[in-house]
């Protein structure tokens, strides 16, 4: 059995290779850069994706979750020539969008909380409070601010998380690791390791212990967050050296306050933020790791970076107007499919969509809507087989949520709860994704009320349920290539036996899950 699947997920993800078509949005200061830089390189830029790839692409970038076989019927039916545009408005507009973006930067500012002070962190509030400040579109150097001057604890206001994550509570007292809390902030607002010269000056590197230490003093010599019913919080360590933020001293005024104002007038504040959300949308950062601008790295589209970050500057750094001016640009749509002898190049520079894997949240959001796994029913046996606790359908689907998203994230760094670039998985995950009894594919089961169950019932002939669990799935129809190996497979096996292997397949295939 095991060589018949495989032999299926080889063809599965065979599409034909898309076509180029007009561009129908004006030229954004993204393309207008990227452009010049590649007829310098001399580079000749990927077709631009068809409708279904681009649909897929994007949906999941802005909104962390597939679009529905609806969605994608209408998407494809349309001939407006604007028609992208008003789908990245859409996706932007709806709720899915700030739940998804605020999550995710909520990740990038608290990451993974330390066992000790989980009970002290409140990440759930810290998102509900992300996703307000999206919601009234508030701009990124607003935020940054009210995180580093928040004088509340989380319990009292969410935006006090960024801090209390740099915290240790031991004999009823809680002390801030200042030094963990300046080498986050260096890399989070500034996309500079400065904590890399915390014990001593990196011979490659323009940045010096000084620099490292004069930032923490900022922390170190300011007023703390005071709670009534709360010790005040100590400080660890002694101030050495006077606050500075890579040479330059605070305006008068409350040191956090002043750090927020020099981190937000520093030329690197709007890069490594543009840096940051281009490598959420690329898969890699024009700067690349995205939070390291290293001086001694070469940078071939920096000026790309540069045009972008003035924008942002300008725009007073509105998060959606970012988002959106790149989802918009003829760059961010290429095609991912094909090859030539300038593929590398190509892929340096842009020139090509880069295939990533899914994000923990996106997989698992792609999975559960995919199958409609919220739906089905988790057997109990399947989930005691995990060392889960089984009870109804609600808790299970909520319990195995938890359980998928920590085996992902299983050795990730602290600091960073996703990959960008590379799997997060590991042995256990892939077994589970072998293992087709296991509850997460409990909605591909002919009998459990998942999207197959529903399908079947419908009485539907074997293309158009074929077709379905592929738009459900890779967000396109299948090809005829894949209708003649797969339906005679079902013919093989039966019909409920048999479409449960394909669709199994299908989630198993990279076409379902890569972003491309």
């Known amino acids: ?125 810290f998102e509900n409070w992300m996703r307000e400040r999206l919601r009234a579109r508030v701009g990124w150097d607003v935020i940054v601010t009210e995180l580093l001057t928040s004088d509340g604890l989380p319990g009292t206001r969410a935006e006090g998380t960024f801090l209390s994550q740099f915290t240790t509570v031991g004999g009823g007292q809680i002390t801030l690791k200042v030094d963990d809390a300046a080498g986050k902030v260096s890399s989070a607002f500034l996309g500079i390791r400065l904590r890399c010269a915390q014990c001593h000056d990196h011979p490659q590197d323009k940045y010096t212990q000084e620099d490292f230490h004069s930032l923490a003093a900022f922390f170190r010599g300011a007023p703390q967050m005071r709670v009534a019913g709360v010790p005040p919080l100590k400080i660890e360590g002694q101030m050495e050296v006077a606050p500075k933020l890579l040479g330059l001293a605070p305006p008068k005024g409350g040191l956090r306050q002043g750090l927020a104002r020099l981190l937000i007038g520093h030329e690197q504040f709007a890069r490594a933020f543009v840096n940051r959300l281009w490598a959420y949308l690329f898969g890699r950062g024009i700067v690349h790791p995205y939070d390291d601008f290293n001086p001694q790295r070469r940078v071939p589209a920096l000026e790309v970076l540069d045009a972008v970050a003035r924008e942002l500057r300008a725009r007073k750094f509105d998060i959606r107007w970012l988002l959106r001016t790149i989802a918009t640009s003829r760059v961010y749509q290429r095609t991912s499919r094909g090859a030539n002898d300038r593929a590398a190049a190509q892929l340096e520079l842009f020139a090509r969509a ?39 359908r609600e808790q299970n689907y909520a319990t195995l949520r938890q359980w998928f998203l920590e085996l992902l994230t299983k050795g990730t760094p602290p600091d960073q709860a996703e990959s960008l670039t590379s799997y997060t998985s590991n042995h256990q995950l892939v077994l589970q994704f072998m293992n087709f009894r296991s509850p997460i594919w409990a909605g591909l089961r002919a009998g459990s009320w998942g999207r197959l169950h529903r399908v079947l019932r419908a009485n539907r002939e074997h293309v158009a349920v074929l077709n379905e669990l592929f738009m459900a ?44």
């Open 473 to 516: 799935t890779l967000s396109r129809r299948s090809t005829s290539a894949e209708q003649q190996r797969l339906l005679r497979h079902v013919g093989a096996m039966g019909r409920e036996p048999g479409f449960s292997e394909v669709f199994w397949v299908i989630l198993n295939s990279d076409e379902f899950v890569f972003n491309h």
């Open 1 to 125: 059995m095991i060589v018949r699947l495989a032999a299926l997920i080889l063809i599965a993800g065979s599409a034909a290779l898309a076509q180029e078509t007009p561009a129908t949005s004006a030229e954004n200061p993204i393309d207008a850069s990227v452009n010049v830089v590649w007829r310098r390189e001399g580079v000749v830029p990927a077709d631009r994706s068809e409708d279904a790839e681009f649909l897929r692409r994007v949906t999941l970038d802005l909104t962390g979750r597939l679009p529905t076989p609806e969605e994608t019927a209408a998407f494809l039916a349309e001939r407006t020539p604007d028609k992208r545009e008003k789908k990245i408005d859409a996706l932007m507009a709806s709720p899915a969008f700030t739940d998804f973006w605020a999550a995710r930067l909520s990740g990038a500012l608290i990451g993974k909380t330390p066992a000790e002070i989980q009970y002290y962190i409140n990440r759930a509030a």
């Open 354 to 392: 880069r295939t990533r894997p899914l994000t923990p949240e996106q997989l698992w959001n792609a999975i559960t809507q995919a199958t409609q796994l919220e739906r089905a029913s988790i057997d109990k046996e399947s989930m005691e087989r995990l060392g889960l606790p089984a009870g109804p």
